[in-house]
């Protein structure tokens, strides 16, 4: 794995191609990298909301941070629409912004993928 320093100037780099927020408080922040051999993902949340200039020009309250090794392009894909058709059920969205912490909000989301 990077270091965090190039985790970041990797991911603004992305960025600037094209935001990855994608409108209703959702954004998805993904990258391949080099030295990974497994995917990497994590899930964040701010309560105030982060201005990236997502679609439809509102603040970012849930990101889903996809990190996946440059050789592993099929399973990014199938990754970043697994997360897309999640983040797009209104309920699930509430569900992660009222969520106490990271266990509940790991719950959640396990409860929902296993939905489907």
Do not use: C, W
């Given at each position: ?71 592993s392009k099929g399973d990014h894909l199938k990754a970043l629409a697994r997360i897309s058709r999640l983040l ?20 959640i989301i396990v409860e929902e993928d296993e939905k489907e």
């Amino acid at each position: 794995m990077p270091e965090e320093t190039d985790l970041v100037q990797i991911l603004k780099n992305r960025e600037e191609l094209g935001s990855t927020g994608l409108g209703d408080g959702v954004a998805i922040p993904h990258v391949y990298l080099q030295n990974i051999s497994t995917p990497q993902a994590a899930v964040g949340r701010s309560v105030e909301g982060v201005d990236f200039n997502a679609i439809d020009g509102r603040p970012v309250h849930i990101f889903f941070l996809l990190v996946t090794p440059e050789t592993s392009k099929g399973d990014h894909l199938k990754a970043l629409a697994r997360i897309s058709r999640l983040l797009r059920k209104p309920d699930f969205r509430s569900s992660l912004m009222k969520a106490s912490g990271r266990e509940e909000m790991q719950r959640i989301i396990v409860e929902e993928d296993e939905k489907e």
